[in-house]
Every structure is written in structure tokens, then in C-alpha cells.
């Protein structure tokens, strides 16, 4: 990546005030700011770096907590309440429920959590969903963490709960699996989440959402892929910001994905994803959207590209 941004800006829009699918909350609730995305922190020498997306200003109604673990699966290690701690390694294709409401003093009521999934020790080459168990359609075409065998790889995601407090997480190939989470989210128009739709997949054969931006090839290096995000989803005219999961697929070099605001006044010194070559590499950020409500996808190396989303913000 390029050196750090000189500022952040917050973003606004014009929302419409309505109440989004998770309704109940109140007109005049504070969600998040989105900003053009900023660089924090860049050392270079080891490359770790620190970048910024949104906020949660005093008085949001996301109500962080600290970071508390509701699965386990290894034998040995605890979870925050002793339940779902040491149950055992996940099978291929098998769908675990996990409790979120009642644990962690997450209330009941709560609409949607914020959470770090993580893959340990995979069989083979594969990916995790996570979603609410009470989904309409069952398990939605969206990965949530992306991985290779043998590795240990975590992603974030703010996802809906179902209707009993509840997300469902389908693990692809055998593995550990460890279930955290950071924070929830009461129902309200400020920020909605949605069951995790694919509005991106550049991947001949494999669907999206509504079929637009589907199988449209391989991005190249250098390349900016504009993505239409409201209207597609039940994202409604008015969100100001998404809540996005962005995959790189089989990249031909070492790099990194820039996800922005088309509208931003030029493409910001922050990145999204960072891979190596032939890595399948995700990331999950809450990104602005431009007046008319798009996101641009700035892929610095010849690559195949998931968009995803589960969530937006007015």
C-alpha cells in the first residue's frame, strides 16, 4: 500500500428516516460515520498497518463489550460462560447454532452482533458462512472467512440474529472453530442488517444476488470495478454506508484491495485486503457510499473478486 492518507472525512447523506428490515428502534438513533477510509498507522519495515472506516460516535447505538468467546471447539480452552466450550471439531458441511442473546450481557432483543470467526486447522481449502439461523432461503451463497489448509484465519462480521437471538455458522471443511464477540446492535433504522448477499462474484458459473456483476471476469491489475449497492439486496435509496465482506481470489502477485466511495475526491492511501499470490484472502469493513450510492473496488493486482455484504447504515 501507499503512504498514509492525509485525512478523514466524514461521510454524509440523505437518508430517508425510514425504519430498515431490523425496524423497532427510533428515528433519531446514531448509528455509525463512515469516513473516506484513513491509514492510522504504517511501520513498513514488518508492514503492519492500521486503517479507519467508520466510527461509532458517543451515544451510537452499538454498544461494544469487552471481547468475549461463545465457541470453542478444542478441548481445554474456556468460553465466557462455560457453554459450547470443548465440543469437539466441526465436521465438512456441518451447520453449528450458537446462542448470542443471554450470553456476554448481549440482552434479548438485541437484532445483530459483531463478531470475530475464526478457522483453525482446516482439512482442505474452503470457507465459513455465518448468518441467522432463521434466514429466509437457509443458508445464503456469501462466505464469511476464506481459507487454505492447515491455517488459522479470522474474519470480522457484523451479522442479523435470528428471531431467538441466535447465528448459524456452516463450516465448509473439517476444522476447529472459535466464535468471539465485540459487540450488538439493538433494531433500528440506523443500522440494518440483512441475511450476507454476494453482490459481486467475477467467477464464471457461481451466482450473485440478483445475477448483475455476475461471471464478469477476472479483474486486472490496476483495475477499478464500480459496484451498485443500493437498490440490490433491500439496500434502500438514503444508506450512507455498507457493511461489506471483500475476497481476493488466486491473485497473480502480492497486494492489496482499496474499497471506497466512487465520489471520494481520489483513491485513498488505505487498504481492505492485503494477500499473496494465489491466496484467497477476506476482509470485512463498513465502507461509505457515494451519492449515488456505490462503492468502488481498486484491485492492485490481476485477480478474481467476491463482494459481499450484510448490512447497511442510513
Do not use: K
Amino acid at each position: 500500500p501507499s503512504a498514509p492518507s492525509a485525512a478523514v472525512a466524514p461521510r454524509t447523506g440523505g437518508g430517508d428516516g425510514g425504519a430498515g428490515e431490523g425496524g423497532g428502534g427510533g428515528a433519531g438513533d446514531v448509528g455509525i460515520v463512515p469516513v473516506v477510509p484513513g491509514r492510522l498507522l504504517e511501520t513498513r519495515a514488518g508492514e503492519p498497518t492500521v486503517d479507519v472506516t467508520a466510527y461509532a460516535p458517543a451515544g451510537s447505538i452499538v454498544t461494544p463489550i469487552t471481547p468475549a468467546r461463545l465457541i470453542e471447539t478444542r478441548s481445554g480452552r474456556p468460553t465466557v460462560d462455560t457453554q459450547q466450550a470443548g465440543i469437539g471439531r466441526r465436521a465438512a458441511r456441518q451447520v453449528t447454532e450458537v446462542q448470542i442473546t443471554g450470553r456476554a450481557g448481549i440482552p434479548n432483543g438485541a437484532a445483530a452482533g459483531v463478531f470475530n470467526i475464526t478457522a483453525v486447522n482446516p482439512a482442505l481449502q474452503g470457507f465459513i458462512t455465518a448468518y441467522a439461523c432463521d434466514a429466509p432461503g437457509g443458508r445464503p451463497a456469501a462466505s464469511t472467512v476464506n481459507y487454505q489448509p492447515g491455517q488459522t484465519v479470522a474474519n470480522g462480521a457484523t451479522l442479523a440474529l435470528s428471531a431467538t437471538g441466535t447465528i448459524c455458522i456452516y463450516t465448509h471443511r473439517a476444522m476447529d472453530l472459535v466464535v468471539d464477540v465485540t459487540a450488538w446492535i439493538p433494531a433500528s433504522p440506523a443500522i440494518t442488517t440483512i441475511t450476507p448477499a454476494r453482490l459481486v462474484e467475477t467467477r464464471p458459473g457461481e451466482p450473485a444476488v440478483d445475477d448483475q456483476q455476475a461471471g464478469i471476469g477476472r479483474r486486472a491489475a490496476r483495475q477499478v470495478t464500480e459496484v451498485q449497492v443500493v437498490g440490490r439486496a433491500g439496500v434502500p435509496s438514503g444508506a450512507t454506508a455498507g457493511i461489506f465482506n471483500i475476497t481476493a481470489i488466486n491473485p497473480a502477485l502480492q497486494g492489496f484491495i482499496t474499497a471506497y466511495p466512487c465520489d471520494a475526491p481520489e483513491r485513498p492511501a488505505a487498504s481492505m485486503v492485503n494477500y499473496r499470490p494465489g491466496q484467497t484472502v477476506a476482509n470485512n469493513g463498513t465502507i461509505a457510499l457515494s451519492a449515488a450510492g456505490t462503492i468502488c473496488i481498486y484491485t492492485h493486482r490481476a485477480m478474481d473478486l467476491i463482494v459481499d455484504i450484510t448490512g447497511h447504515a442510513r
